[in-house]
């Protein structure tokens, strides 16, 4: 009889942890009986960079990892969620699902459900490791590359973020630099590279009202730095606009010997706004990719689509295209299907865009026709993303770095945007 009670309630202990999703604190899981390494998540990126072969099981949910997971060339992924594995013995039927790894990278969301999966396979004899916090580990991720073809004043970086494909840009000259669409999760990150570039960070610069990031522009301005916000995102009745400094189009900055000038560029949202760095790099937010063009449906939803793509159209032959065929595009966001340029940075300069890209020679109408026929789903979160940066809702920093986990989803569909 108390055999029966226990394994009743091993199995409710189950079926309530299948029910939490993979977000359960590592605590909350047993220890495994057997010990296995952990994995940093930048030594996991810097062999999937290295094109080493790479085998990971991912033990979230179905759902989650469908929304959002490790991808490469060289990595083999497969989906077992870790319920799976509460049992004393691990069914052979979910042996057979695990691939073998050399070692096999097991992941879940913080690195608790993953340590104790990898276990129960090590008991099984599995060569494993486990992946040090998980997803939130990888979102944690930010990289700083230099963009090598900028040629104006000073130096430009752009910094990468692999888990949700954001990018930003930091301009240094002279002893400033200045940051273009922070994320808040790197606020010190921000300052500490400033500094060990010998520079004051002095402005902090949005494209836009973003919908799938917190941004950073509010706490670096509380900071110390001069935050930018366009004004034209006025209109969407941004709580803090009057504590900022506000950017219309044709304004310029000065950063050091550098210059950064006010181009507005709506489509993907009425404020979108791009900023034109030291005349070399055209900071487009996501009006412009390397690989795609903005979607226009995430601010007023479908019915206000096709205006806004209309806009979008606009935008880019008469503000856009106009510019040197040489001057680099840096969107804001790059996705899978992108390529990045030598220098390792997702830039490319307007001309080669125009050659490869059919959405930037079409007519009016078909590139309206084109954008809308394929939209990809929306951002995670996004409701609670514009919300939190308009300032209309708060978010602690667990709470802001919960939001914007996944994918960021504010390109068209990339499906015959280029040429081949």
Known sequence: MVIVVLHKVHKIYVQQAANSGCNMDPEEFPTPDVEVDELDPATLKQRIDDGESVTILDTRMESDFDEWHIEGESVTIANVPYFNFLDDEVDDEVLDQVPEGDPLVVLCAKGGASEYAAGKLAENGRDVVHLDDGMNGWARIYEREEVSRYDGPGTLYQYQRPSSGCLGYLLVSDGEAAIVDPLRAFTDRYLDDADELGADLTYAFDTHIHADHISGVREL????????????????????????????????????????????????????????????????????????????DLEEGDEGAPDAARELYETLQTKVLPLDDDVLIGGAHFSDAAEPAEDGTYTAPIGQLEEEMDALTMDEEDFVDLILSDMPPRPANYVDIIATNLGQQTADDE???????????????????TGD
């Open 221 to 296: 301005d509380d900071r110390g730095v001069t935050g930018v916000i366009p004004e034209q995102s006025r209109q969407r009745g941004v709580t803090y606009i009057d504590d900022l400094e506000t950017a219309d189009d044709g304004d310029t900055y000065a950063v050091g010997d550098a210059t950064v000038e006010t181009i507005y560029t709506p489509g993907h949202t009425s404020g979108m706004t791009s900023y034109l760095l030291g005349e070399s790099l055209l900071a487009t937010g996501d009006g412009l990719f390397v690989e795609s063009v903005a979607r226009p």
């Open 399 to 417: 709470e802001a770095f919960t939001l914007e986990l996944g994918p960021n989803n504010c390109a068209a569909s990339q499906d015959a945007l």
